[in-house]
């Protein structure tokens, strides 16, 4: 089992509180993360060290969302990059049009997009990153410990009430 602690994760987004409230999401859930405040800082954290999966706000100063994932594609070792596109905008005049294109297109299939809309909610957001990822959190692997502890130890009378419980 892949566990969340394993996976590194790049937060790209401008705004300082936005950045922090992902990231501390992600590492609350055991994920490794960095960060990036726009496109071009994203292009050089990425040149260090590829992420299993990036973060992604649309619009941000110096090099947009939908500049980076173009540079993205034209790159093979980062065109398979899986990418959260984290916005605001998906349904204003803003990014709309970059939000279609990089959803719509074949593209976007082939490479894992997806978009999460603010305001975020950390739930939703770890659910995604670990389906996408295929991983568990470190918090779920406690309670499955916890869990097999605690069925190791039950006599058989409380195993069977799990049986029951199970059945149902």
């Given at each position: ?6 996976k ?6 401008d705004?300082?509180?936005v950045?922090?409230?992902?990231s501390?999401?992600?590492e609350d ?5 960095r ?7 994203a292009?050089?954290?990425?040149e260090e060290?590829?992420?299993?999966l990036m ?9 947009s969302?939908?500049?980076?994932m173009?540079?993205?594609?034209k ?11 984290i916005?605001?905008h ?6 709309q ?30 659910d ?23 069925i190791?130890?039950?006599?058989g009378?409380?195993?069977?009430e ?7």
């Amino acid at each position: 089992m892949t566990l969340a602690s394993e996976k590194k994760i790049l937060v790209v987004d401008d705004e300082p509180d936005v950045r922090e409230f992902i990231s501390a999401c992600l590492e609350d859930a055991g994920f490794k993360i960095r960060t990036a405040i726009d496109g071009v800082d994203a292009l050089e954290k990425i040149e260090e060290e590829v992420p299993d999966l990036m973060t992604l706000d649309m619009v941000m100063p110096r090099k947009s969302g939908l500049s980076l994932m173009r540079k993205l594609r034209k790159n093979d070792l980062w065109q398979d990059i899986p990418v959260i596109i984290i916005t605001a905008h998906a349904k204003d005049e803003l990014a709309q049009d970059d939000v279609k294109e990089l959803l719509v297109s074949s593209e976007s299939k082939q490479n894992n997009r997806h978009l999460l809309e603010k305001p975020i909610v950390p739930s939703k957001l770890i659910d995604l990153v670990c389906g996408i990822l295929n991983v568990s959190t470190d918090e779920d692997l406690g309670k499955r410990e916890d869990l097999i502890s605690a069925i190791k130890h039950a006599d058989g009378d409380t195993l069977h009430e799990i049986r029951k419980v199970l059945d149902q």
